[in-house]
C-alpha cells in the first residue's frame, strides 16, 4: 500500500485535504492525524471492518479496545450513557486530554470496544483532529499512530516510521503539544478509576470530581486491557535514574544518552535537557526515538517529579525500563 504524506496547516486546516481523507475514511481506510496528546491512527468507529484494519496495521492484540474520538459533546450522548458526574466533567474539560470509560450503546461495534460493554470516548483539542472529525460526520476510532509496543508518535515523522506502507494516509501538521497520551478515566466505577495517567492532571480532575479516584488493583486493571501490554518501549535499554542516587553501572558513557531535567555527574554521548516538566512530556517519546537513531547503546532518564503531567510521564517512563529489562 502506498502510505499518501500531506502537510496541513495546524491552524486553518485545508478543506480539501479534509474531504480527501475523509473520502478514504468512508471507505473504511486508514488516515492518522495530529491530536494535542500524540498522532492517532484513524479510522470510522462504526465501521467493524474499518476497525479491524486498526489492529491489523499496528499488530495490536484484538482484545485492547480503542477509543472513540469526538468532535461534539452530543455525540458522546449518541455512543454511549454518561451520568451526570461525567456530564460535568464533558463540559468542563472536553475538548482536552481527557478519556471517559461509560456504558456503550449498542450502535458501537463490539470490535471497537475490543469486546466490553464499556466505550471509551474523548474530545481532542487539536483544530486538525476536531475539522477532520466534524467532515466525516462519525467518530474516528483512534489508537496511537505507532507499531504496538512502541513510544507513540508525536510528529508525522514518528507516524511514517512505524507504519508507511501500512495506512493510507498521514495528516501532517507538525509536532503535537502535550507528548504523551490523554488521561483515561472509568466513570462506571464509584469513584472513578483512573486507568491510565496522562495529560490532563489528576489534581484537576479531583478538584472537578469532589472525590480522589481510585487507582486500578489488580482485578480492576484486567478492566483496562491497555495496561496489561508491554508499552512505549524504543529498542535499546531505558535506565531510571532518581537524583542523588548512584547510576546503573555502565550507564554513564558516551555510548549512553540522557534525558531530564537536570543531568547527574558524567559523560554521555548526547543530553536531551528540558527547563520544565511539561516540556520533558512534551519530548520523551521523540527523545526516545532520536536518541535510538543516534545508534546510543542506552538512555539514562530522569525520574520527574510526580505532580501535575509528572504522574502520566512516571507512567510512561516506568513501562519503557520494564520492556527493556
Ligand atoms: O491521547 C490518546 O489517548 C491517544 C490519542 C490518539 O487520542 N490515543 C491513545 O490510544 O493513546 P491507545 O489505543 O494507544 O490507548 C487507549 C487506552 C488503552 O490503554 C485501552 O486499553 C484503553 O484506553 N481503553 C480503551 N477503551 C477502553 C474501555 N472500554 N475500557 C477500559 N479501557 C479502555
Ligand atoms: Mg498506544
Given at each position: 500500500m502506498?502510505?499518501?504524506?500531506?502537510a496541513?496547516?495546524?491552524?486553518n486546516?485545508?478543506?480539501?485535504?479534509?474531504?480527501?481523507?475523509?473520502?478514504i475514511?468512508?471507505?473504511?481506510?486508514?488516515?492518522?492525524f495530529?491530536?494535542?496528546?500524540?498522532?492517532?491512527?484513524g479510522?470510522?468507529?462504526l465501521?467493524?471492518?474499518?476497525?479491524?484494519?486498526?489492529?491489523?496495521?499496528?499488530?495490536r492484540?484484538?482484545d485492547?479496545?480503542?477509543?472513540?474520538?469526538?468532535?461534539?459533546?452530543e455525540?458522546?450522548?449518541e455512543l454511549?450513557?454518561?451520568?451526570?458526574?461525567?456530564?460535568r466533567l464533558?463540559?468542563?474539560?472536553?475538548?482536552?486530554p481527557?478519556t471517559l470509560?461509560?456504558p456503550?450503546r449498542s450502535v458501537?461495534?463490539?470490535?471497537?470496544?475490543?469486546?466490553?460493554?464499556?466505550?471509551?470516548?474523548?474530545?481532542?483539542?487539536?483544530?486538525?483532529a476536531?475539522?477532520?472529525i466534524?467532515?466525516?460526520?462519525?467518530?474516528?476510532?483512534?489508537?496511537?499512530?505507532?507499531?504496538?509496543?512502541?513510544?507513540?508518535?508525536t510528529?508525522?515523522?514518528?507516524?511514517?516510521?512505524?507504519l508507511?506502507?501500512?495506512i493510507?494516509?498521514?495528516?501532517d501538521?507538525g509536532?503535537?503539544?502535550?507528548?504523551?497520551?490523554?488521561t483515561v478515566?472509568?466513570?462506571t466505577?464509584d469513584?472513578?478509576?483512573l486507568?491510565?495517567?496522562?495529560g490532563?492532571?489528576?489534581?484537576v480532575?479531583?478538584?472537578?470530581?469532589?472525590?480522589?479516584?481510585a487507582?486500578?488493583?489488580?482485578?480492576?486493571?484486567?478492566r483496562?486491557?491497555?495496561t496489561?501490554?508491554?508499552?512505549?518501549?524504543?529498542f535499546?535499554p531505558?535506565?531510571?535514574w532518581?537524583?542523588?542516587?548512584?547510576?546503573?553501572?555502565?550507564a554513564?558513557s558516551?555510548?549512553?544518552?540522557?534525558?531530564g531535567l537536570?543531568p547527574?555527574?558524567?559523560?554521555?554521548g548526547?543530553?536531551?535537557?528540558?527547563?520544565?516538566?511539561?516540556n520533558y512530556a512534551?519530548?520523551?517519546?521523540?527523545?526516545?526515538r532520536?536518541?535510538?537513531?543516534?545508534?546510543l547503546?542506552g538512555?539514562?532518564?530522569?525520574?520527574p517529579p510526580?505532580?501535575?503531567?509528572?504522574?502520566?510521564?512516571?507512567?510512561?517512563?516506568r513501562?519503557?525500563a520494564?520492556?527493556?529489562s
Amino acid at each position: 500500500m502506498k502510505t499518501l504524506r500531506v502537510a496541513i496547516d495546524p491552524w486553518n486546516p485545508d478543506p480539501v485535504v479534509l474531504e480527501k481523507a475523509v473520502a478514504i475514511l468512508r471507505r473504511g481506510g486508514l488516515v492518522a492525524f495530529p491530536t494535542e496528546t500524540v498522532y492517532g491512527l484513524g479510522a470510522d468507529a462504526l465501521n467493524p471492518e474499518a476497525v479491524r484494519g486498526v489492529y491489523r496495521a499496528k499488530g495490536r492484540p484484538s482484545d485492547n479496545p480503542l477509543i472513540l474520538h469526538l468532535s461534539r459533546r452530543e455525540m458522546a450522548e449518541e455512543l454511549a450513557f454518561p451520568d451526570a458526574r461525567s456530564r460535568r466533567l464533558m463540559d468542563a474539560l472536553w475538548p482536552g486530554p481527557l478519556t471517559l470509560v461509560l456504558p456503550a450503546r449498542s450502535v458501537v461495534p463490539g470490535v471497537t470496544r475490543g469486546g466490553l460493554d464499556t466505550a471509551a470516548l474523548r474530545m481532542p483539542d487539536h483544530p486538525v483532529a476536531a475539522a477532520l472529525i466534524e467532515t466525516a460526520g462519525f467518530p474516528l476510532a483512534a489508537p496511537s499512530a505507532n507499531v504496538s509496543g512502541r513510544p507513540s508518535p508525536t510528529d508525522a515523522d514518528g507516524v511514517w516510521e512505524d507504519l508507511e506502507g501500512r495506512i493510507d494516509m498521514i495528516l501532517d501538521a507538525g509536532p503535537v503539544s502535550v507528548g504523551i497520551e490523554s488521561t483515561v478515566v472509568d466513570m462506571t466505577a464509584d469513584p472513578p478509576l483512573l486507568l491510565r495517567p496522562g495529560g490532563m492532571s489528576r489534581e484537576v480532575l479531583e478538584g472537578f470530581l469532589g472525590v480522589a479516584l481510585a487507582q486500578p488493583d489488580n482485578v480492576s486493571r484486567r478492566r483496562s486491557p491497555g495496561t496489561r501490554y508491554r508499552h512505549y518501549a524504543p529498542f535499546v535499554p531505558v535506565w531510571i535514574w532518581r537524583e542523588g542516587a548512584p547510576l546503573p553501572d555502565g550507564a554513564a558513557s558516551e555510548k549512553c544518552g540522557f534525558m531530564g531535567l537536570v543531568p547527574p555527574p558524567g559523560v554521555f554521548g548526547r543530553s536531551l535537557r528540558f527547563d520544565s516538566v511539561e516540556n520533558y512530556a512534551r519530548g520523551l517519546f521523540s527523545g526516545f526515538r532520536a536518541l535510538e537513531a543516534a545508534g546510543l547503546q542506552g538512555i539514562v532518564v530522569q525520574w520527574p517529579p510526580s505532580g501535575g503531567v509528572g504522574l502520566g510521564l512516571r507512567d510512561r517512563i516506568r513501562r519503557a525500563a520494564q520492556a527493556g529489562s
